[in-house]
DNA sequence: GTGATATATGAAGCATCCTTCAGGTTTGGC
DNA sequence: GCCAAACCTGAAGGATGCTTCATATATCAC
């Protein structure tokens, strides 16, 4: 997946009509079909095309070019898991700070798996050119709203270090891509989410204490 | 980067004299740089035999196909982190739990910073169909050096628990990755070793708690 | 110096695929 | 029913790039 120096990221046409809206679910479906079943390299358009059950032409009705196409669907995907922990982080305001760590990387993984098909083959594309940006781009108001919710925790203070948030995220997207890429059994899962919660609330209680020995 | 049905990973040559060692040598680094200048989607045999100052028979010579080049130095990369690894849990064995965590954690984000270039290229193809695969692959003697060098802990035990060991390697991975993505300056490496170390020393002394408390 | 082997060259064959567009079909308002 | 707008089709133009191979050059042992 590569930069175009067209406008990359902006469809040609949105959907009006149900059927059309309709379309362009199928074609976004497809195209993680595809990207699973044949991988990055392989997908083509034409493929993802007539795995939708729609015209290749129809395809570049909704999007100018092929890496559009990924794009979207790359940045919808990091939307919703960045949306999901802003929410855990907005509900758990002024809670005490394990509790804090507990929901924000539960709802980080719950967002990861609630659809492992679309974040396993993103994977897929993510790591080429404009992907790692964009993920940094969208992990920034993830960041963002767990500074601002570790604020409120009555029992324990941060200091000015972005580098300890930045890390807890790094480190959830790591376990949370490991898991993903060896299949995601609902044991593996369920590991997951215990042993994130443990590696993050232990780090962060040690990365909040040099403050309170003041 | 996508699997080839054929013998994808065989060269069909093996360099005898010492120029062709040059050859496959520059073959190489300029793989890494089309990487890092074009990305994964824009980088072609033709171009990288350009980069590399030599013909694209030449190439064809060493390598059956685009697919195994790519493949060889990823392999390469993936082999030189798990060696390094392995030869600090070799050295750090019957060391205090905490130091060996310590030193496995710097060997490991030593390795991968030994060249930036190379981590960082790689992240490119990495993600797709077989790069996950050989990351597993690798990943695993990896643990097992871990967890054999846990063993001989004189002041912690381990739990028969994998996944705290996967766990490990997940959250280095990821931090890892995410500070090379982002330029890796040297203040960011250096925040990387010592937050990841208080980061794995913290989860490994609660991860081998609950066998103390027995 | 000779000859066998190793190494290098790059034009071109040919497969692949991105993208377009002339023409066809469906929808919705009047 | 008519008509404009929305939507769909898929063959094909043309660009791209993987890979080969006939030919040329360099190395090394005798």
Do not use: W
């Amino acid at each position: 997946m590569a930069q175009n120096e067209q406008t990359a990221l902006e469809p040609r046409k949105t959907p009006v009509q149900a059927r059309a809206a309709v379309t362009v679910g199928a074609i976004s479906e497809a195209t993680i079909q595809v990207l699973l079943s044949h991988g990055a390299d392989r997908l083509t358009t034409t493929r993802v095309a007539k795995r939708a059950g729609v015209s290749v032409g129809t395809l570049y009705q909704y999007y100018p070019n092929k890496q559009s196409l990924l794009f979207a669907l790359l940045e919808d995907h990091l939307d919703k898991v960045s949306a999901a922990v802003e929410a855990a982080c907005e509900r758990a305001r002024g809670k005490p700070m394990a509790e804090m760590v507990k929901d924000v990387v539960e709802a980080f993984v719950d967002a990861k798996m609630a659809r492992t098909d679309i974040s396993t083959s993103l994977y897929r594309i993510a790591g080429d050119v404009g992907g790692p940006a964009l993920v940094r781009q969208t992990g920034l108001r993830s960041q963002k709203a767990l500074g601002a919710m570790l604020e409120t925790a009555p029992d324990a203070v941060l200091r000015q270090e972005k580098f300890a948030i930045q890390m807890v995220f790094a480190a959830m997207a790591g376990a949370s891509r490991s898991v993903l890429e060896a299949g995601a059994s609902p044991a593996m899962v369920r590991n997951l989410r215990d042993h994130l919660v443990l590696l993050c609330q232990s780090y962060m209680a040690v990365a909040t204490q040099p403050r309170r020995l003041r």
